[in-house]
Nanobody, 125 residues
Framework: EVQLQAFGGGLVQPGGSVRLSCEVSGFTGDYDIGWFRQAPGKEREGVSCITTAADGSAAYADSVKGRFAISTDNSKNTVYLQMNNLKPEDTAVYYC??????????????????WGQGTLVTVSS
């Protein structure tokens, strides 16, 4: 059974940083992980994705390029989302999701088959 658990949310001041973690279990072989977020009253938005395959390719939404960085620690089956220079508009519940590797480049907007619970990030002074 595939399971994902997201950790690391909290209250952060504008301009601050936070790192989210997504622990994955139950996969065999390579897979893609995506991070999504959903702000109050808004639709869910793809933020970033990465593959656990050797090439480690990743992709980002335009809204977070240059501020967010995604990485993997395959020895720990964990994917990280380092979020820097946070803005109030980054406030949202963040989710990680997974799918067996199907494409040359992971897809920021999905689709994904497996989802973890969300973790809330609030950017406010």
């Amino acid at each position: 059974e595939v399971q994902l658990q997201a950790f690391g949310g909290g209250l952060v001041q504008p301009g601050g940083s936070v790192r989210l973690s997504c622990e994955v279990s139950g996969f065999t072989g390579d897979y893609d992980i995506g991070w999504f977020r959903q702000a109050p009253g808004k639709e869910r938005e793809g933020v970033s994705c990465i593959t656990t395959a050797a090439d480690g390719s990743a992709a980002y939404a335009d809204s977070v390029k240059g501020r967010f960085a995604i990485s993997t620690d395959n020895s720990k089956n964990t994917v990280y989302l380092q979020m820097n220079n946070l803005k109030p508009e980054d406030t949202a519940v963040y989710y990680c999701a997974a799918i067996v590797r199907l494409w040359t480049l992971c897809r920021v907007t999905g689709p994904y088959d497996y989802w973890g619970q969300g973790t809330l990030v609030t950017v406010s002074s």
